[in-house]
């Protein structure tokens, strides 16, 4: 990923102080500046948990966007932190941060990037000379950073308009703050398919566990084969035996908008929750398999006792080792 900055600046927008704090000149991005900005910003086009939105078009950012010229960046940026900071004075919820605008070129497409670094805090130390020597004390910082999580962040492509959406806020404001029509992030598309088709498993057969272990196999491979979840195919190879309960799957998927839903992810790494599942009994014990095991007799075995009861026999264990 090659990425060409053009201008970045910091806006303070800290509540408790009661303003915020403009910054009148670019940030210097020397080289470990840079690579923490480039890594933020790789990662929102990479991460399944990020949005693919598109503009209210009525919306004032989406004006300012179709209006904006590079010599407009400093009063653009300024303009971004009034808006944040306003609603945050607001909303008493919403953390305090540092909000990082750039604009840079990435594969030759021009964009606008807006990232929120909300504040944490930290312990340090602070030391204090007087005639006796050195006194060591800890102090709490307020205002820093995470090097390698945000939770709130925008990219604009300038010449298509298209929005890469992160907001992982308990409010989840950023599609109301910035007029935009949020649409969910790949992870959660997984999750709302994976809900429906459990809750379809749970009303149709007594023992869940083989089905839904079956779902999560063929999830897995296709993120595994082609680095997408085609819904329906998946759909149709869990329930390829029970085809009423197909059908009802597919009715609720359809009601939900899921139908045709081709699920493409832009991380791969989302398939390693799918190749392992954890049963849990109702009396405390706990069993982690590989996904596909759990269809071999083989090795692991599960029978319905005439009591209604639920017998799991695991086979040809060379070894225990005690964790």
Request: net charge negative.
């Amino acid at each position: 990923m090659s990425i060409t900055f053009h201008n970045t600046i910091v806006h303070v927008l800290d509540t408790s102080i009661g303003h915020y704090i403009l910054s009148s000149k670019n940030l210097a991005l020397e080289d470990e500046i840079e690579a923490f900005i480039t890594k933020h910003i790789g990662h929102l086009f990479e991460s399944n948990e990020v949005a693919r939105a598109v503009f209210n078009e009525e919306g004032e950012l989406f004006k300012m966007i179709k209006s904006y010229k590079e010599e407009d960046f400093y009063q653009f940026s300024c303009k971004i932190a009034d808006k944040f900071f306003q609603y945050m004075l607001n909303d008493s919820y919403i953390k305090s941060g540092d909000v990082v605008v750039s604009s840079f070129t990435r594969n030759q497409e021009n964009f606008l990037g807006i990232i929120k670094l909300n504040y944490r805090e930290a312990f340090t130390h602070q030391m204090d000379e007087d005639g006796d020597g050195v006194a060591t004390s800890l102090i709490k910082q307020r205002s820093i950073f995470s090097s390698n999580k945000i939770d709130e962040a925008l990219l604009i492509n300038k010449d298509s308009y298209e929005v890469w959406l992160l907001d992982k806020s308990k409010e989840k404001y950023l599609a109301q703050l910035l007029e935009i029509e949020n649409h969910l992030s790949i992870k959660e598309k997984l999750v709302v398919v994976e809900h429906i088709t459990n809750e379809v498993i749970e009303e149709h057969f007594t023992n869940p566990v083989e089905v839904i272990t079956t779902l999560k196999s063929n999830i897995a491979e296709h993120i595994f084969e082609n680095s997408s979840v085609p819904v329906a195919e998946v759909i149709k190879e869990t329930f390829k035996d029970y085809k009423e309960v197909e059908e009802e799957c597919m009715q609720k998927m359809e009601q939900c908008g899921f139908k045709d839903e081709q699920i493409v992810l832009t991380n791969p790494k989302e398939a390693k929750k799918y190749i392992s599942h954890k049963l849990k009994t109702n009396t405390g014990v706990e069993i982690k398999l590989p996904t596909q095991m759990i269809h071999d007799i083989d090795f692991i075995e599960f029978i319905n006792e005439p009591n209604g009861t639920i017998s799991i026999v695991l086979k040809n264990i060379g070894e225990i080792i005690n964790k």
